[in-house]
């Protein structure tokens, strides 16, 4: 199933600067889109989620863009921490239906 | 904050064998998703629960899979008849009724079929 996929398997950033992760989808009829952040041996943690008549929600350090011509939204971090490194998954589901997940991108934030 | 619980974190079992994995979802939460995640895939849905009854199920949730909501707490999955290729992560999750209302995930069974 590839309708959400994240092409980059990982992104290493310096702390204090900006993280920005990835995600294309090809199904336009997603209406609703999410990023969790997992840690090992833990499930994923939600984050921050847009609906598709937004194009930009925004919650503390975390910003997610919404480019629905290109199928195509990001998560934004600013400032970036080292508590920040972990796997994270972008999703995207239909009327409250099932999600789709990405493949998922592991940032390493650097002291 | 509330969170999914799930029991246990790790289910070591013979192939054929049945196999109950439990969650305890988020109090207020009306629905419930069962999803899996085999070792360097992605996360896959299997099933949704709501009302007390399957709402949508995956290709992989066959006649070996079941779920039940057996009290006002409890969630859980059945295997009947468990295959090597069952192992994998076992995520439980919930969310509110309404629009917009995140999925609230469980920190994972690890399912070993030997």
New interface residues.
Partial sequence: ?QQVKQNSPSLSVQEGRISILNCDYTNSMFD?F?W?KKYP??????LI?I?SIKDKNEDGRFTVFLNKSAKHLSLHIVPSQPGDSAVY?C?ASRS?????????TELSVKP | EPE?T?TPSHQVTQMGQEVILRCVPISNHL?F?W?RQILGQ????LV?FYNNEIS?K?EIFDDQFSVERPDGSNFTLKIRSTKLEDSAMY?C?S?EQG??????????TRLSIL
């Fill in positions: 199933d609703y999410l969790y041996a833990e499930g994923p943690t939600f989620s609906s998954f999703a409250r239906g099932k999600l789709i997940f990405g493949q998922g | 999914v799930q629905y998703y999803y992605k996360v896959e849905f949704s949508e995956s995520f999750a969310s629009q917009g209302q995140p999925q609230h995930f469980g920190d994972g």
